[in-house]
């Protein structure tokens, strides 16, 4: 069964360091979500791709936070410089399609900013 | 906009017993409505969907929800709660092109 692939699964970062996290969303979804999960609550989308565009990034703090998806395919989620209040979860998922999709997700990268 | 409350920020049953996760929607245009369930340091698992089709959903590992109109609902059910069941459940709902995730409930089995 294909799966969302994240990697690293966990990340141990200084303040003000950056760090980058990687996705591979299954095969032929053409949109890609990134979330960020704080412990206790539900995700909340950062950012969402439909091929390599940029299709909502509303919530995004682009002060410190850049995401990619150069060929429409994988994808990456950079923050720089981070920050304590940055330590989250960070879910990647796809979907065929935008909408009404059911969408799958990947195992995630449990980022600590120390 | 489209909005989910998931009522219980936590539930607790015993083994064997009824497990009911609420959930309660609103969204301005007819709703698609999932759940999913999480497990500790896992991403999102989906367990079942709702998409007009019927209004009793089954889905895996015995769960089912039922969408009812008239109360804005998508509660989550199992007949007989198994201690595999203990894990973080999310309620989400779809409609404007994206998905809106509520706050969670977390189960725990009682043996």
């Known amino acids: 069964e294909a799966e969302v692939a994240q990697s690293p699964r966990y990340k141990i970062t200084e303040k003000s360091q950056a760090v980058a996290f990687w996705c591979d969303p299954i095969?032929?979804?053409?949109?890609l979500y990134w979330y960020r999960q704080i412990l206790g609550q539900g995700p909340e989308l950062l950012v969402q791709?439909?091929?390599?565009?940029?299709?909502?990034d509303s919530q995004l703090p682009k002060d410190r936070f850049s995401a990619e998806r150069l060929k429409g395919v994988d994808s990456t989620l950079k923050i720089q410089p981070a920050e304590l209040g940055d330590s989250a979860m960070y879910l990647c998922?796809?979907?065929?399609?935008?909408?009404?999709?059911?969408?799958?997700f990947g195992p995630g990268t449990r980022l600590t900013v120390t | 906009a489209q909005s989910v409350t998931q009522l219980g920020s936590h539930v607790s049953v015993s083994e064997g017993a009824l497990v009911l996760l609420r959930c309660n929607y609103s969204?301005?245009?007819?709703?698609?409505l999932f759940w999913y369930v999480q497990y500790p340091n896992q991403g999102l698992q989906l367990l079942l969907k709702?998409?007009?089709?019927?209004?009793l959903v089954k889905g895996i590992n015995g769960f089912e929800a039922e969408f009812k109109k008239s109360e804005t609902s998508f509660h989550l059910t199992k007949p007989s709660a198994h201690m595999s069941d203990a894990a973080e459940y999310f309620c989400?709902?779809?409609?404007?092109?994206?998905?809106?995730f509520g706050a969670g409930t977390r189960l725990t089995v009682k043996p």
């Open positions: 998922a796809s979907s065929r399609l935008a909408g009404t999709y059911e969408q799958y």
């Open positions: 095969s032929g979804h053409a949109t």
């Open positions: 791709f439909q091929d390599e565009s940029v299709v909502d």
């Open positions: 969204s301005s245009v007819p709703p698609y």
């Open positions: 709702y998409t007009s089709a019927a209004t």
């Open positions: 989400a709902v779809s409609g404007n092109n994206d998905m809106r």
